[in-house]
C-alpha cells in the first residue's frame, strides 16, 4: 500500500511530516530527469536518505524519466 501511495504522484503535503514519512512528494524526486536531483530511495522512510546523505527537498522537478536516455542499453 505504501508503495502505491508514494507512486501515485498525487500533489500534496504531509506538512511537517514530509521529511520523515515516504511520501509522493518526496519521490517524486527521485524519478527527477536531472541527475543532480537524484535521491530519496527509502520508500517508506526518508530516515535511511538522512543517514546515507541522499535525502533531497521536496522541491518541483522540471520532468520525470530518465537522465541521458541515450545511455540505456537497447532492447537487444
Same mark, same amino acid.
Given at each position: 500500500t505504501q508503495s502505491l501511495a508514494v507512486?501515485?504522484?498525487?500533489?500534496?503535503? #504531509?506538512?511537517?511530516l514530509t521529511p520523515w514519512i515516504g511520501n509522493a512528494e518526496l519521490h517524486r524526486v527521485h524519478h527527477s530527469d536531472q541527475a543532480a536531483d537524484a535521491g530519496n530511495y527509502g520508500t517508506d522512510?526518508?530516515?535511511?536518505?538522512? #543517514?546515507?546523505?541522499?535525502w533531497r527537498a521536496?522541491?518541483?522537478?522540471a520532468g520525470v524519466g530518465v537522465y541521458e536516455p541515450a545511455s540505456y542499453p537497447d532492447e537487444h
Open positions: 507512486h501515485s504522484n498525487i500533489a500534496g503535503s #504531509l506538512g511537517v522512510l526518508p530516515l535511511w536518505d538522512r #543517514l546515507f546523505g541522499t521536496p522541491t518541483p522537478v
